[in-house]
Each structure stands twice: as structure tokens, then as C-alpha cells.
């Protein structure tokens, strides 16, 4: 619970709902039909892909910048966040969409609003196709997302905000027409409440977690091993820093498990 008492944890927190909230409301509003002509999706992914590498390179260095909860529950997974950290953050961002979509929604013509840009399967897809592409899309990025962060590469080439900004429109390239490429539950969450349609929407639930725990998985056990014991990792998980306390204090109680922070 020493986290809880971290000025640092609060800033985290804090960053997660602002950097939701302005990434839901850039992506959801470019993804709005203002006339009759048909949205490309270039210009969806491109919207969606820029408005996150922009907060990643805002916030990156204050939280992390998953902005995502299938990301900070693949970082669960992969035990390299608290358990607490990990609800925070997810509340955070589920608070932060909702207000980002509530203020596109209260400064938009009712004629444009819609349905706010809902995610929706493609009629002629089952509920299981659209789970597996969405388990499929967050797959790879949070694939991308962990190889991005990885604080042990040396090899770190070009830049991380954009690296991961074009692993998200290349999710929403081939996504849109099948489920209109969700791959963040707080992105669905969102509008789904405020236009109160919660159609189908486990999928963008279910998909984008067990993407997210698939990734992590395959990374951080098969493609690029961390090598710790099962006690630190449960450490890590329980939120116990492994530096002496003195340490803590010089670190200003920065949680050991956050290197993903050195963006």
C-alpha cells in the first residue's frame, strides 16, 4: 500500500484519465461522418494511430502511457505492474473515455454525433470471428507495446511514440470493416454508454484482454524470457519494491516494477 502514499503514484493516475480522455476524444472525433460521402478508413487509423503516439510521447515518461486496459492488464500478466497500480490505472482510464466521449458528444451537431463512432461487428461476421479478430488485432500490439518498452534492448531504432502510434492504425487498416477495430475496452466503453448501446459488447471486452495476456505471454516467456522466480514476481504483483528502504526514499518511491516509464 506504500504506493497509495507515492505523490508519483497519484501523477500516474492522474495521467492515465487525461491522456484517455484526449485520446478518445481526437480518436473518436475524426472517426465522425460529417457528410454523406463514406469515412475512409485511412483516415481513421491515421487519427486513432497519431492521437496515441501523441500522448505516449506526453505522458510516456510520468505513467507509461498504456492508455489501454488490455495493455496495463498484459503488463499484469506479465508481472510488471502491481495489482493496485493496475486497478487504478484501468479505473483511470475507463473515467477518462467516458468524460472524453461525453464532451465530443456534447460539442457535436446531433446531425453528426450518431452513434459516436460505436464499435460494431460487420453484420455478416459471428460473435466468435469478431473475438478472434479482436484477440488477433490487440495481439499485435501489445506484442509491439512490450517490445517498444522493453527497457533491456540496446538496439532501440527510431521512435517509440510512433512505433507504437502505427501498430494501432495498422490494427484499425485491417479492423474497421470487420469490428470497427476496438482493441481497447475503454475505447468501446465509451461511447457504448453514453449513446446507451451495449450491443455485443463483451466482445470488445473479451477479445482485447485475452489479446492482451496472449502477448504478453508470448513475449515475456517464449519470444524474450524474463528471467525471475516465481517469489518476485508475486513481489512485483503485491506492489514490494525491491530496494532497501533507503532506496525508496531517493527514488522518491518509484515503483521498481515501471522501467516501461524510460520511453
Not at 460521402?37 to 487509423?45: F, G, M, P, Q, Y
Not at 486513432?48 to 510516456?60: D, K, N, P
Not at 448501446?197 to 505471454?217: D, E, K, M, Q, R
Not at 519494491?241 to 527514488?251: D, G, I, R
Amino acid at each position: 500500500m506504500w504506493e497509495l502514499r507515492s505523490l508519483a503514484f497519484w501523477r500516474a493516475v492522474f495521467a492515465e484519465f487525461v491522456a484517455t480522455m484526449l485520446y478518445i476524444f481526437f480518436g473518436l472525433g475524426a472517426s465522425l461522418k460529417w457528410t454523406g460521402d463514406s469515412l475512409h478508413v485511412l483516415h481513421v487509423a491515421l487519427a486513432f494511430g497519431l492521437a496515441l503516439a501523441t500522448m505516449i510521447q506526453s505522458v510516456g515518461h510520468v505513467s507509461g502511457a498504456h492508455i489501454n486496459p488490455a495493455v496495463t492488464f498484459a503488463f499484469l500478466v506479465g508481472s510488471q505492474m502491481s495489482i493496485l497500480r493496475a486497478a487504478f490505472y484501468i479505473a483511470a482510464q475507463l473515467l477518462g473515455a467516458v468524460a472524453g466521449a461525453a464532451v465530443l458528444y456534447g460539442v457535436t451537431p446531433a446531425a453528426v454525433r450518431g452513434n459516436l463512432a460505436l464499435t460494431m461487428p460487420h453484420p455478416g461476421m459471428s460473435l466468435g470471428q469478431a473475438t478472434t479478430v479482436e484477440i488477433f488485432l490487440t495481439l499485435q500490439f501489445v506484442l509491439c507495446v512490450f517490445a517498444t518498452y522493453d527497457e533491456r534492448r540496446n538496439n532501440r531504432l527510431g521512435s517509440v511514440a510512433l512505433a507504437i502510434g502505427f501498430s494501432l492504425a495498422l490494427g484499425h487498416l485491417f479492423g474497421v470493416y470487420y469490428t470497427g477495430a476496438g482493441m481497447n475496452p475503454a475505447r468501446s466503453f465509451a461511447p457504448a454508454l453514453i449513446t446507451r448501446n451495449f450491443t455485443n459488447h463483451w466482445i470488445y471486452w473479451v477479445g482485447p484482454l485475452i489479446g492482451g495476456a496472449l502477448g504478453a505471454l508470448l513475449y515475456d516467456f517464449l519470444l524474450f524470457p524474463r528471467m525471475r522466480g516465481l517469489p518476485e514476481r508475486f513481489s512485483v504483483l503485491r506492489g514490494a519494491s525491491l530496494a532497501a528502504p533507503e532506496e525508496q526514499q531517493k527514488t522518491r518511491a518509484e515503483p521498481v516494477e515501471l522501467k516501461t516509464q524510460s520511453l
